[in-house]
């Protein structure tokens, strides 16, 4: 059964920073692209970052040069660092990854607010 847990949220000052994890379970986590979600309320769902099997990566515009996805193969988590983050990232961000059907985390609440 595949699982996906995410940590690392909170409440930061414009201009702080957060590491997000998405540990999996279930599943050999490197062999999968994963992808960050966020959802703000009363908005869609929406792609920020996704890394493939093979590393490359691809963000969203509005965390370009902000945001940094990437694997930790030891311990079976892909990670999102988010630098200089604005109140606009305040969202419910989810770890996503699709294996015949998507799989989500329950979530991790980022608030960016001063």
């Known amino acids: 059964q595949v699982q996906l847990v995410e940590s690392g949220g909170g409440l930061v000052q414009p201009g702080g920073s957060l590491k997000l994890s998405c540990a999996g379970s279930?599943?050999?986590?490197?062999?999968?692209?994963v992808n960050w979600y966020r959802q703000a309320p009363g908005q869609q769902r929406d792609l920020v970052a996704s890394?493939?099997?093979?590393?490359?990566?691809d963000y969203a515009d509005s965390v370009k040069g902000r945001f940094t996805i990437a694997r930790d193969t030891a311990d079976n988590t892909v990670t999102l660092q988010m630098n200089n983050l604005k109140p606009e990232d305040t969202a419910v961000y989810y770890c996503?990854?699709?294996?015949?059907?998507?799989?989500w985390g329950q979530g991790t609440q980022v608030t960016v607010s001063s």
């Open positions: 890394i493939e099997s093979g590393g490359r990566t």
């Open positions: 279930g599943i050999i986590f490197e062999t999968f692209p």
């Open positions: 996503n990854l699709y294996y015949y059907t998507d799989y």
